[in-house]
């Protein structure tokens, strides 16, 4: 029976007009009630838990639930979730049937606030349209319909962090949440997670189990899902967490306390903020990871690593200018990496130590940043910041100076100078002058007796250690002075060493203190500038920079004497193997330790972060009042000391001052004249911590003990000194009167007017520097120009071996050279026959580069040594040149030789200058070549040569054609593994149209 269209259209209207009743029905259409369980009148906010607010975080909507209805009793305050409940208040008749009269509670009145919201009854239960409140942090509060009460059942959960294996090379963490269950109610209990204050996850109703505690655990899995991070929020990853129990799945919960807060993070344990730092001292600031973490089950929790990086944002500085002293942090600028079997770690700051007395104070901030490609929880989080405040703090070694002075005068730290050591000190010997008691740092000096008429001794050598760099220079056992500079560790610059003069050199320590050397020919002054980190830490002759040794010697087992003699004793270097001036590269190498290094990490604003580490770094040089040029070190080498070697038989040519008795009024006016007429006495006489009178003791008593003027002139250099330190370090000096504006600053005249030496008479001081008279040089004008220099050796004793060198620069020595411009070398080039007759000499003259009063460096340019010869020509074995130089550019030295020859093959004999090739060589442009081929004569032949170059090639021939074969093999197997596959293609497809 075919049913008429009529009714199967009005069957089609009647549902759908039933079905857009029901989508428009609130009782079929309504939403669940958002953060249910916290609205329940028991629920009440804990410490630092975030409170409910429908006034902004609220849809207008219909909102309902089969099982809860709006509160009809009014709550306490601070209950439902928020800080103000809203109740349904059924005694008070509301405006409409179809609307709820809602109370918002303040204070003591339960209904301080009326609304009335729309309401539905939908056959057992009812729906609400709710709107935004009008109060905030204010909530609508849900009660259960049941009868049946909540539990009084109570727990305080506790959070327990774990690591779990997920694979061989994956791990993750995970929270649990452990609670006390009660033992006597069977209850369902109800795990909520919270982060920053948040509800995060909800997990549903369980009975107890055996599973439970890790059926709810908050994994690292989920946190990922869900984008968070470590330290989430600028740090502030806290996850407390609630356990409330259930009589059943959908029946009222009970009471609840959140677990105390757990950080999600890592952790800077600063006690206080900012951090006070004095420059020179050290902060200890310990970083904690709260989230255990693993890189699976097959990785050692020693190799799983979180690397942290710091930045260092300079927040402020007051003072100006390009010297900034700063923080900076030990190691380097990644701290120690956390580990998994390691999960805290310390990071170490210190207060740049700074060489002038200037007041600062100044905030420095390092920014943490965690580095980690493996572990995606850590990836790209920063840590958080430490802030350190850095004030100076240099009165205890304002103005502490130790100073060597010849004939020697010993000033110590805290006590007057002191002479009475004749007895003593006028031995040969070794003296530790200064040592620090932490830090591998050792300073000692060599003295020899210098004095005819009577006792008295020499300071004529100085090494300086840091770690495993040693710096020394010395005349000790050679005519001239010798310098040796070697750095044998890979942690960095130790030390810096700057060339202030011809004569004069200054050695910054990492400490922040620094030594003045000033040469004269014979002999050297040390002046030792202490920093604050020697303040407790100093020994030597020196002594102990702190209160506790006051006017007393310290010696080198602690205690205290007055006898000056039984001091020197204690500090005397009595083996070999504790003389610096005996170690070699060897010996820095295993026997000491490198110096600590620190970073200064500084990130600017808009660039890449600029990193400088090593020892240096813990100080900043501030006083460039002098020009310098900085000495570079040598590589380490076990070869041995050269210049030593080479110098140690040669004697000097250079007439000394007769020696004669003195009487002390001789001396007396002697001294009282060369004083009248010095400028730097003038000007630096009323300078701080400049004593004229006590120089000028030295002066008279150096020259009667000497028997001549070479101390005395060198005495003005013990006013000089200190004198350019203080106006470098002290910034009042350094300011010009604001009365007399027009007049120069103490630091101004200083440097004006006093100039090395007082140009011994034979020049005129200009700003610092003498202008000699036109036959005299030097940087005090002391060098007579008319004679030319005197040359004892050349490097190696007069050898080049081209095996460890490209022998382009060969070093001479000799006195005395002034390091004019005009200074030039002149070469002679020879070759040497077989039988060691020199042949063909051509000549040349060529730039120097000065490396001191008694080193000069002659370049050889690479064409004067690798001329091509014919290789018929036996000369090409060994070359000869004869080299002597000027200060002048036309009045020359002596020559010394120097021979140029390859030591793997020749062998020469040093007197008679001939020389053999051992067996199996040839020698070619001076090379040590294998012998391949038939030698002619001695001499490597064409086809030799060739061989020889052939046979290095040969190697390489070899690789060529082992990996163009296998390429070979790659392609054919390739081509051959393709046919393959398109044969059986063909033939799948042949089968399939059968089939």
């Known amino acids: 029976m075919k049913i008429p269209n009529v009714l199967v259209l009005a069957a089609w209207w009647s549902g759908a007009y039933i079905y857009c009743q029901e989508e428009n029905d609130p009782c079929w259409n309504f939403r669940d009630i958002p953060d249910l369980p916290r609205r329940h009148p028991n629920y009440s906010l804990s410490m630092g838990e975030v409170s409910l607010n429908d006034q902004t975080n609220f849809t207008e909507a219909w909102y309902g639930n089969v099982h809860y209805r709006l509160t009809t009793e009014p709550p306490l305050l601070g209950r439902c979730g928020s800080h103000y409940p809203i109740w349904r208040n059924l005694n008070a008749a509301a405006s409409d049937q179809k609307k709820a009269l809602m109370c918002i509670m303040s204070g003591d009145n339960p209904c301080f606030v009326e609304k009335n919201v729309r309401v539905k009854n939908c056959s057992g239960f009812e729906v609400y349209q709710l709107k935004q409140t009008k109060v905030r942090l204010s909530s609508y509060c849900f009660e259960p319909k049941s009868s049946q009460a909540a539990p009084a059942f109570l727990t305080k959960p506790r959070i327990t962090p774990a690591v779990e294996h997920v694979s061989s090379t994956k791990s993750q963490f995970l929270f649990r949440c452990e609670f006390s269950r009660s033992l006597t109610e069977a209850f369902y209990y109800e795990t909520n997670w919270f982060i920053d204050g948040k509800p995060f996850h909800k997990f549903a109703p369980m009975i107890w189990n055996g599973t439970y505690i890790n059926s709810t655990a908050l994994t690292e899995t989920l946190l990922l899902e869900r984008g968070k991070r470590a330290g989430c929020h600028v740090g502030s990853a806290v996850c407390p967490v609630t356990v409330r129990a259930r009589n059943g799945p959908d029946l009222p919960p009970g009471g609840h306390e959140l677990s105390v807060e757990y950080f999600g993070g890592i952790k800077i344990h600063q006690s206080y903020t900012p951090i006070d730092l004095h420059h020179g001292e050290e902060a200890h600031i310990r970083i904690q990871s709260l989230v255990p973490f693993g890189c699976g089950s097959s990785v050692a929790h020693s190799d799983c690593k979180l690397s942290i990086s710091a930045r260092h944002f300079q927040a402020s500085n007051s003072l100006t200018g390009a010297c900034k002293p700063g923080v900076v942090v030990a190691g380097s600028c990644g701290i120690p990496p956390i580990t998994a079997a390691r999960l805290s770690v310390t990071m170490t700051v210190m207060g740049q130590v700074v060489d002038v007395n200037d007041n600062y104070d100044d905030i420095s901030r390092f920014e943490l940043i965690v580095n980690s490609d493996n572990l995606p929880f850590f990836e790209n989080y920063t840590i958080g910041q430490v802030t350190v405040r850095l004030r100076n703090k240099t009165s205890k070694a304002e103005r502490q100076r130790c100073s060597l002075q010849n004939e020697p005068y010993l000033h110590s730290f805290g006590r007057r100078w002191s002479r009475s050591m004749k007895n003593y000190y ?11 008691t932490t830090d591998p740092i050792e300073v000692q000096v060599q003295t020899r007796n210098c004095s005819i008429v009577g006792p008295g001794s020499c300071t004529c050598g100085l090494a300086v250690r840091v770690g495993k760099t040693l710096f020394e220079i010395s005349r000790c056992k050679t005519p001239i002075w010798i310098r040796e500079y070697t750095r044998c560790g890979t942690e960095g610059e130790e030390v810096e060493v700057r060339r202030t003069g011809t004569n004069s050199y200054q050695i910054h320590l990492p400490t922040g203190g620094w030594i003045d050397v000033t040469i004269s020919i014979d002999l050297l002054n040390v002046y030792f500038n202490p920093s604050v980190r020697d303040i407790g830490n100093s020994a030597g002759l020196c002594g102990d920079l702190s209160s506790d040794h006051q006017g007393h010697f310290v010696k080198k087992d602690g205690s205290s004497t007055n006898d000056i003699d039984v001091h020197f004793s204690s500090w005397r270097i009595e083996t070999h193997s504790s003389s610096l001036f005996m170690h070699n590269a060897i010996n820095l190498k ?29 100080s900043t040089i501030c006083s460039n009042i002098y020009e310098f040029s900085t000495v570079k070190p040598a590589k380490c080498s076990v070869v041995g000391r050269k210049k030593r070697r080479a110098l140690l038989r040669a004697p000097s040519r250079r007439k000394r001052e007769v020696v004669r008795r003195w009487t002390e009024s001789e001396a007396k006016a002697y001294c009282d004249n060369l004083y009248s007429r010095s400028a730097t006495v003038d000007v630096c006489r009323d300078v701080p911590g400049v004593d004229v009178d006590r120089s000028k003791q030295e002066c008279i008593s150096d020259i009667m003990i000497s028997g001549n003027t070479i101390f005395a002139n060198m005495s003005i250099d013990s006013v000089r000194s200190p004198c350019i330190h203080e106006v470098a370090v002290n910034s009042t000096l350094q300011k010009k009167d604001p009365q007399k504006p027009s007049k120069p600053s103490v630091l101004e005249t200083v ?26 040089g030097g940087p005090d004008c002391s060098v007579d120009l008319n004679r030319p220099p005197d040359l004892y050796s050349a490097e190696d004793g007069g050898h080049c071996d081209l095996t460890t060198s490209d022998c382009e620069e060969l070093t001479v020595y000799g006195e005395v050279f002034t ?30 580069r000065d490396e001191g009063m008694s080193e000069m460096v002659c370049l050889i340019r ?37 021979m140029v020859y390859d030591s793997s093959c020749v062998q020469i004999d040093e007197n008679t200058k001939q020389w053999t090739i051992k067996e199996g060589f040839c020698v070619d442009q001076s090379r040590c070549i294998p012998k391949v081929a038939a030698i002619k004569d001695g001499k490597c032949t064409d086809h030799a040569i060739k061989a020889a170059s052939d046979n290095i090639l040969l190697p390489l021939w070899i690789c060529v054609g082992t990996v163009s074969l296998a390429a070979v093999l790659c392609l054919l197997i390739g081509i051959i593994w393709c046919r393959m596959r398109q044969r059986r293609k063909q033939t799948y497809i042949v089968d399939v149209l059968r089939y």
């Open 426 to 436: 006028g031995k040969e010997g070794v003296f530790t002058l200064y040592k620090h």
């Open 819 to 848: 390091g004019s411009r005009n200074a030039t070398c002149r070469i002679k080039k020879y070759k040497v026959t077989g039988n060691g007759v020199l042949e063909d000499m051509t000549m040349i003259s060529t730039e120097t």
């Open 862 to 898: 690479p064409h004067v040594r690798r001329q091509v010869l014919p290789t018929s020509d036996a000369g090409h074995v060994v070359m000869a040149y004869e080299i002597s130089v000027s200060n002048t550019g036309d009045i020359y030295s002596n020559d010394v030789a120097v």
């Open 590 to 618: 295993t026997k000491y330790t490198p110096n600590r290094k620190y970073c200064t990490c500084d990130q600017p604003e808009n660039g890449t972060a600029q990193i400088t580490c090593s020892a240096l770094t813990a």
């Open 751 to 776: 440097l004006s007017r006093s100039c090395p030496g007082d140009c011994t008479g034979r020049g005129s001081c200009h700003f610092g520097k003498c202008v000699c008279v036109h036959d005299h």
